[in-house]
């Protein structure tokens, strides 16, 4: 079973930025590791469904990101680290949530139907 521990999440002043990390550990029940496997970043605010933020291929060759976080935030990955990062800048008071890690979707990267999640990470932006 691949293992995803969320970190970095906090509080901090709009305009601000926060950078996340998922560390990934194990592997899927096909014997993938987290090198081969596509992530992606969710959040969740409450009240609110589960929405895509970001996500990024394995070989980190194609990046995704949902209209609301483009130009403010960006995916990347060490697979050498087994780690996914995500970095928030220019933070507003609506991206406070939630934020999940997710490996290896099933039906596309922004629908949140992923085979494993994190436990998330509080992200909360004050005005």
């Known amino acids: 079973q691949v293992q995803l521990v969320e970190s970095g999440g906090g509080l901090v002043q709009a305009g601000g930025s926060l950078r996340l990390s998922c560390a990934a550990s194990g592997h899927t029940v096909s014997g993938r590791t987290f090198s081969t496997i596509d992530m992606g970043w969710f959040r969740q605010a409450p009240g609110k469904e589960r929405e895509f933020v970001s996500a990024i291929r394995w070989s980190s060759s194609r990046t995704y990101y949902a209209d609301s976080v483009k130009g403010r935030f960006a995916i990347s990955r060490d697979n050498a680290k087994n780690t996914v990062y995500l970095q928030m800048n220019s933070l507003k008071p609506e991206d406070t949530a939630v934020y999940y890690c997710?490996?290896?979707?099933?039906?596309?990267?922004?629908?949140?139907?992923?085979?494993?999640w994190g436990q998330g990470t509080q992200v909360t932006v004050s005005s």
């Open positions: 997710a490996a290896s979707p099933l039906r596309g990267y922004e629908v949140p139907e992923y085979d494993y």
